[in-house]
Each structure stands twice: as structure tokens, then as C-alpha cells.
């Protein structure tokens, strides 16, 4: 009777166990349906708030770069300018002794140096800012001629920071021959030895190595001379026989 009456608890036990476990996992299983159900729209809200703040940094850094789009850096300018009037005439001076360039004072907004001064007889950088892009793309087109100064476009420090990351390779795509530079913030390579391989037309034999004509031999040429004998018609005597003339 004792062991009946175990077995009978052991089985309520069991399924006590099971309908607890049941119970638990329904009750699990409503809690999560019941926050996903509020999650939801909030993981959308985040997923459109940063595609907003992806958008609004594209648009930061387009208001940047055309902000700085006049403008040019000049290195080297010697510095001993009291007023940006005399800041003014030594760019002005500049441009036309090497570029042959007129600077009008209308064409330009703003002009200045970067930065502190310091003891050093290292000359500052001039911020040159332009009205528009035409005297800009000018000055930037024959920039090659420059003497004493060179000029840079004005770039952002995130644009600044990129180019500085790609000078390494840069400098390895010259090593192989190639042409490269730095266009914004985009390493730009051209492979010479593909575009020769294009443009490289294909050879033809040497006129020395060409098989040389044949010659016909004298027996073949007599072989051709009897073939043409043979088939040129032979005159017939009867036909062509001259009539005596009549008395």
C-alpha cells in the first residue's frame, strides 16, 4: 500500500513539475510578445533617428566644403605686413610677378593669416577667401608656376585627416610607376603599364625574318614555256596557204 501510495505522489510531483514549467514558459513567452510589441516602434524610432543624423552630417559636411570652396591656403608668403591692406598688395605682388594674375581688392572677402604668431622666421599661412570660384580656379590652374609660394585648396580637418591617412599609399603607387594623387579626399591611380598595353599596336614580322618569295628554276620555267606551246594553236597549212592569183 505504501509503495502505491509513493508511486501516486511521485507521479503528481511529476506533473506538478510539468504544468509549472508549462505555465512558466506561456507566462515567459506573453511577457516578451508584450515588449516586443512596445520595442518595436521604438527600434524604428532609432533607425530613423540615425539615418536623420547620417543625413544631417552628409549636409554638415557639403555646407563645409562649400564654405571653403574660394578659398586657398598660401605657404611661404613672407610675413613683415603691418595691415591686411599691406597683406593684400604682397598676395597681389605675388600673383602677378609669377602667374601673371590681376587680384582686384572687390574679388576678395577675406584675407588673412592662420594662426598665432611666433618668434620663429617661419612665415604663417594666408587664408585667401574669393567672392566666387572663377579667380579661384585660375590662380589653382597655374599654381605650377609658382616660385617662392605654393597654394593648397582649403579643406576641412576631416578632409585634412584623410589625406594625411592616404599619403603612405600615395607614395607607393609612385614607386610603381603609376599616377597618383589626392583628389579631395580620394586617392585617384592611373596604371601607365595598363594603358601602354592598350595603346601598344601589334607587331608584324620583320622584313628579315619574312619567308622569301620562290624563285622559279629554269627547268620549271621550260616546263611552262612547253605548256604554253602546247596549247597555242598550231597554223594549218591548208588554211593558211596562199591562193596563186589568177592570170
Known amino acids: 500500500m505504501n509503495d502505491q501510495f509513493q508511486l501516486l505522489f511521485d507521479n503528481m510531483k511529476l ?53 571653403k570652396d574660394n578659398n586657398i591656403i598660401i605657404f611661404g608668403l613672407e610675413e613683415g605686413e603691418i595691415s591686411r591692406t599691406d597683406l593684400f598688395e604682397g598676395v597681389k605682388a605675388t600673383l602677378k610677378e609669377d602667374l601673371n594674375i590681376n587680384m582686384e581688392q572687390f574679388e576678395v572677402n577675406k584675407l588673412y593669416r592662420l594662426g598665432k604668431k611666433k618668434v620663429q622666421n617661419k612665415p604663417r599661412p594666408v587664408l585667401c577667401s574669393f ?18 609660394i605654393y597654394i593648397t585648396n582649403d579643406y576641412s580637418k576631416e578632409v585634412l585627416e584623410a589625406r594625411k591617412a592616404l599619403l603612405p599609399r600615395l607614395k607607393e603607387e609612385r614607386e610603381k610607376g603609376n599616377i597618383a594623387f589626392l583628389k579631395f579626399d580620394k586617392l585617384v591611380v592611373k596604371e601607365i603599364n595598363a594603358e601602354k598595353r592598350k595603346r601598344e599596336p601589334t607587331t608584324s614580322p620583320s622584313p628579315s625574318k619574312a619567308q622569301p618569295k620562290k624563285q622559279p628554276t629554269l627547268s620549271s620555267a621550260k616546263n611552262n614555256r612547253n605548256v604554253f606551246d602546247t596549247a597555242r594553236p598550231r597554223p594549218n597549212p591548208l588554211i593558211n596557204k596562199p591562193t596563186p592569183n589568177k592570170q
Open 15 to 67: 506533473e506538478m513539475q510539468k504544468q509549472t514549467a508549462e505555465l512558466t514558459e506561456s507566462i515567459t513567452k506573453n511577457l516578451m510578445d508584450r515588449m516586443d510589441e512596445k520595442l518595436t516602434p521604438i527600434i524604428e524610432e532609432n533607425q530613423q533617428l540615425k539615418q536623420k543624423i547620417k543625413d544631417l552630417e552628409k549636409e554638415l559636411e557639403y555646407l563645409k566644403k562649400e564654405k
Open 131 to 148: 567672392i566666387n570660384t572663377w579667380k579661384k580656379d585660375e590662380i589653382m590652374k597655374n599654381r605650377k608656376n609658382l616660385k617662392n
